[in-house]
């Protein structure tokens, strides 16, 4: 009986040149999404603060959004061998396609996108250094370190969804349709939110004795969950 053929976790999974150091360090930027939500995961466990789980979900809601973008599009990801060269792509005889399933819009260029977008808004527009019930994690910051970083944001961003044409998994307009994308649902989930916290709808919803239970219980792991994710916490904790 013939062996089954086998499959790779495409996750993790990217291509690259070896010879190519610039192609190798997109390797590692195609991995940042997947960072990004152990942070939040992490930050969610340790610090139970309420910000970073609305973000999160609008995070998540945005992939879903992207999942049914895809499979309405239903666009084919660039051959491989297409040369991208001043947002144009040159015909090889020969083309192979990288990732799997459809390409309009890019996914990691959607993700990257509200994370940048989402964490700018709340920095400059809704982040209260000098808030009057601040948590134990509150870190108050001047607005030129907020602005630094919502522009670090946004350059790292730009970087992870250029990385997505550098190792042709998919053509620059895919790839502009992802950022417009995440842009967009950012602000909408932001716009949601703030209507949520002026009209109170949080508060009650942490008022509820579920919510108490799970935010403000302690356990023996927690601190030394704390410590294990001291270090992401010390990027993001600015949003708490």
Known sequence: MDSPSLASLSLTHVHYDPADPVSHACAYLALVPQALVITYVALIWSTREVEILLMFAGQMGCEAFNWLLKRTIKEQRPPRVYIAFMFTFISNPKPE?????????????QFVAFFSAFLTLFLLFRHNPHHPHV???????????????????MISAGAVAQSRVYLYYHTPRQVY??????????VAWFAVTSAARHWRWVDEA??????RYVLHSTDH?????????????????IIT
């Open 97 to 109: 396609m990288h990732g799997k399933g459809y390409g309009m819009p890019s996914s990691h260029a």
């Open 135 to 153: 948590s134990s994690t509150h870190a108050p910051t001047p607005y030129w370190q907020r602005l630094s970083l919502a522009l670090l944001s």
């Open 177 to 186: 349709v992802g950022l417009l994308a995440g842009v967009l649902c950012a």
């Open 206 to 211: 942490l008022d509820t004795p579920l919510a």
């Open 221 to 237: 792991g927690l601190e030394n969950t704390m410590v294990a994710f001291s270090s992401a916490h010390g990027v993001l904790s």
